[in-house]
């Protein structure tokens, strides 16, 4: 039996989908990649922009490159131009990726902080119902106009915003980072910026402890990355970051979002209305994220992970299942396929997506924390590229079946991963999420530092 001849039917035969693989590589590849080298670009260059210059001006420059990358596709009028921009688009998504956890991390309580970190995923559900609705019904002229516009407000909005209270410390500007914290969450909380302030001193006298020689800087920087290399609050955090990445891109959502259409079709038949599915799609993953920014207020980090993703992995096996029990002619239901690719969303919005976000905001540790961030969001950008350039090909050979299977399988050993090294994180600061990633606690005494701190 031909295991395309349901393809077939849809208009989907094994010689189109080869055809359009070969197309995508040859023809789209500009397209993809470009965007793709500059997220790696953008995940290379934030760290050194938000180490040096601040997470406001780094967030200002993200934005700015973003406002004038759509203005550009507006008056757009060749294929050039439109490459170009999307390159630069790609090198601000890559700045964004790194910085926006880490911002959101440092600026809000830890009783909060789950709920405006799950933001970031409801804000990309939103904008995916934007976009597939105005491609419904609008140029992609007018489209690019509706982003630019939001683009541009966003920017008015950061350049009122404070600079991130713990990069203030690590600067050794420590009174300006206690108003600036106060003003973000009140004065209950002081004790954690004092917290902050004493590990930025103890990193701020580390630093000013270097000889001006070159040569025994030279040396000096070989024995720290060494030493860095080493040390758990590093090495650790980079490597659950790099697994809750991994399990983020194959948990589906990247596929769901740029081949809905080619997957939709495949599950449900041709015969449904694809506008009006392409969106119930995005308008159930808007509604699920709004749940979700509920839910981790309430729930554990952990538990959420763990529950969730089992329920992914289910979902994708159930998918997979279905996709071969169509293809092979014993079983067809197109309600009970889309049902399916439904609760698939529902699992990977309520899981994966937002847990992203909220775990790599929290992680890292304050004297690594823009490092390991641009890091672990190079991996990010890579397996980006991996899953959109290599689904239609794994489409193409061993079937839809084949690939959810394969994805979950790849769920299954992050799951295992995250199970044994992911900390509980909830309701914890995040100078206690990095002590816990230490040896031993770093302990010093505050009063010994507090006439550095309070002369600076």
Request: proline share 3%; hydrophobic share 45%; net charge positive.
């Amino acid at each position: 039996m031909d295991r395309y001849e349901n393809r077939r039917s849809l208009g989907l035969n094994s010689s189109q989908v080869a055809t359009a693989c070969r197309k995508t590589w040859c023809i789209g590849l500009p397209q993809a990649a470009l965007p793709s080298l500059g997220l790696l670009v953008g995940n290379m260059i934030i760290p050194t922009i938000m180490g040096n210059l601040g997470r406001k001006r780094a967030n200002i420059i993200s934005i700015t490159i973003m406002t004038v990358c759509w203005s550009c596709i507006i008056i757009a009028n060749n294929l050039t131009t439109i490459l170009i921009v999307r390159f630069f688009q790609g090198v601000s998504l890559g700045m964004v990726n790194s910085l926006s956890p880490i911002v959101i991390g440092e600026c809000t309580s830890p009783k909060n902080r789950g709920a405006f970190l799950t933001t970031l995923s409801l804000v990309l559900s939103i904008g995916t119902l934007l976009v597939h609705t105005a491609a419904s019904f609008l140029s992609w002229r007018e489209t690019a106009t509706i982003c630019t516009a939001i683009t541009a407000f966003n920017l008015v909005l950061i350049l009122f915003a404070p600079e991130s209270p713990s990069w203030l410390a690590v600067k050794g500007r420590y009174n300006e980072a206690r108003n600036v914290f106060r003003w973000l969450r009140g004065n209950d909380e002081d004790e954690e910026i004092e917290r902050i302030i004493e590990a930025s001193v103890v990193t701020l006298r580390e630093t000013n402890a270097k000889s001006n020689s070159f040569v025994l800087n030279i040396k000096r920087t070989i024995i720290d990355f060494h030493r860095t290399m080493k040390e758990e609050n590093f090495y650790k955090p980079i490597l659950i970051a790099v697994h809750v990445y991994t399990l983020g891109t194959f948990s589906g959502v990247n596929i769901l979002t740029s081949y809905v259409i080619l997957i939709t079709k495949e599950i449900a038949g041709s015969e449904i209305n694809m506008p009006i599915a392409v969106i119930t799609l995005a308008v159930q993953r808007l509604i699920t994220n709004a749940v979700a920014v509920v839910l981790m207020k309430k729930v554990k980090r952990r538990t959420t992970l763990i529950l969730t993703t089992i329920m992914n992995i289910a979902s994708l096996f159930a998918v997979a299942g279905y996709d071969l029990a169509k293809t092979c002619n014993l079983f067809e239901n197109s309600l009970l396929g889309f049902l399916l690719l439904h609760i698939l969303m529902f699992s990977i919005s309520l899981g994966a997506l937002p847990l992203t976000f909220i775990i790599i905001g929290e992680l890292f540790s304050l004297k690594y924390r823009s490092i390991s961030a641009g890091l672990s969001s190079t991996s990010l950008s890579v397996l980006f590229f991996v899953t959109l350039k290599t689904f239609p090909y794994l489409f193409d050979n061993i079937g839809l079946y084949g690939t959810f299977f394969l994805y979950g399988c790849i769920l299954v050993y992050c799951l295992i991963v995250l199970w044994a090294f992911l900390p509980e994180t909830k309701d914890k600061t995040l100078q206690e999420i990095e002590e816990g990633f230490k040896n031993k606690p770093q302990n010093v005494e505050l009063k010994v530092l507090r006439p550095l701190m309070d002369s600076k």
